[in-house]
């Protein structure tokens, strides 16, 4: 996670394996921590996503409280890891 200058938006980068409702669940923890997409580059390269979300709070500013950014980072995580797992025992 990084703030880009330029856009005035907090940069965010997800590398994961691509499944369905990726993006549904990202969006998801977006709603829950109140933060707005500005905009998404999505590339699915095989069976894996590397996607790059521009974000901002309500207000319209990169993020800046680096504790609220870990949290965000670790909810992103274990929502992401949580939804592999649940995958891969579906497929068994």
């Known amino acids: 996670m990084a703030n880009d ?8 980068e997800v590398i994961s394996p691509d499944r369905p409702g990726l993006l549904a669940r990202i969006a998801r923890v977006f709603i829950e921590f109140g933060i707005r997409l500005n905009n998404a580059r999505i590339a699915t390269l095989g069976e ?7 974000i901002t709070d309500q207000e319209g500013n990169a993020l800046s409280d680096p504790d609220f950014c870990e949290t965000l980072q670790a909810t992103l995580r274990e929502q992401l890891d949580m939804q592999v797992a649940k995958t891969s025992a579906h497929a068994m």
């Open 5 to 12: 200058i330029r856009s005035g938006s907090t940069m965010l």
């Open 48 to 54: 894996r996503v590397e996607d790059i979300f521009f």
